[in-house]
């Protein structure tokens, strides 16, 4: 029987980035309660929770840790990173216990995330970007990573072409244009999410540079599709501006969904993403989602 079956989950959104939170710490089976693909996939059919990020809560593994946090994109495959995610667990959980600050472990490293710097905003501390092609990661070599050879559509006339690549604990690939929507994303984003050149696939972003402090964006979301908001996007996208000395380190980012705070500390070259976490509603996982899954 799948862990999630009959258990409480809460739906909510960061920014309209569609997110579910379950907490199976708790569970009885616990270090063991694991979530499989199938049961990611199960709950994101149109007769469960649909959502683009499912956050599940595991029994901490390091001391000083609150949870082991593991991140399932809508098609079951399973993410680093999720700063929209990680806004939501966190308001969801300061709620419940009065918490300001706490550290979580993901399969990306530790994240610190607390309450602020206003009351209805929340603050992921989203570690340090990487810039190698190893750790994107590419499938060949290139020295520098502000701009690497990739395009779609014609060779001398290109659609979209020469991308910044960062990881953020998971790969992005940033295309920089004048006007996010005059792209047909829905078309480009599957070729470039699967193209041979990211072997653990990526998350594609249109960036317009409005000025030094103001970036718009919109992201085709590897295992999901086009979402409303993406934040370890809006972190990888200032950090490539900031790189690229296009952008200023700190800038707010215009999504689809709304607007997000980045900084990336001059101090130890973490990045900050801050923003807002709405509840929706919460419930309980109809146990026949999961009649399906072995
Ligand atoms: N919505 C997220 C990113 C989720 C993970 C991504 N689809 C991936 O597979 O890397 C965010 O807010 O960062």
Redesign the pocket.
């Known amino acids: 029987m799948s862990a999630l079956a009959n258990h409480a989950f809460a739906k909510m959104n ?1 920014i309209g ?1 569609e997110i579910v939170v379950v907490d199976l710490r708790d569970s009885n089976a616990g270090s063991k309660a694991a979530v499989t693909p199938e049961d990611a996939r199960a709950v994101a059919s149109p007769a469960g929770v649909p959502y ?2 499912l956050m599940v809560l595991q029994p901490p593994r390091l001391p000083g840790t609150e949870a082991f946090i593991r ?1 399932y ?1 809508n098609d079951g ?1 399973e ?7 990680m806004r939501c667990v966190v308001r969801r959980l300061f709620e419940k216990t009065g918490q300001t600050a706490v550290t979580f472990e993901t399969r990306a490293g530790l994240l610190n995330c607390w309450r602020g710097p206003a009351p209805d905003l929340y603050t992921v501390d989203m570690g340090a970007p990487k810039f190698g092609w190893q750790d994107i990661p590419l499938a060949e070599e290139f020295r520098d990573t502000r701009y690497i050879e990739l395009q779609v559509g014609p060779i001398d006339a290109p659609v979209l072409h020469s991308p910044s690549v960062v990881s953020m604990g ?2 992005h690939a940033i295309f920089w244009v004048d006007d996010v929507n005059a792209y047909d994303l829905e078309r480009f984003g599957p070729l470039l999410e699967n193209h041979p050149i990211f072997p653990e696939r990526a ?1 594609i972003t249109l960036a317009h540079i409005v000025d030094r402090d103001h970036i718009t964006i919109r992201t085709w ?4 599709g086009l ?1 409303k ?5 809006a972190c990888a996208t200032a950090v490539a501006a900031a790189r690229l000395k296009r952008a200023n380190r700190s800038v707010e980012i215009t999504l689809p969904g709304g607007k997000l705070a980045i900084e990336w500390r001059e101090r130890d070259g973490h990045v900050l993403m801050t923003g807002t976490a709405d509840f929706e509603y919460e419930g309980r996982f109809d146990p026949a989602l999961f009649a399906n899954v072995a």
């Open positions: 960061g980035n683009d990020q991140i994109n495959s993410a680093g990173a999720c700063g929209n995610g998971n790969p998350n979301e590897r295992g999901v979402t908001a993406c934040g370890s996007a």
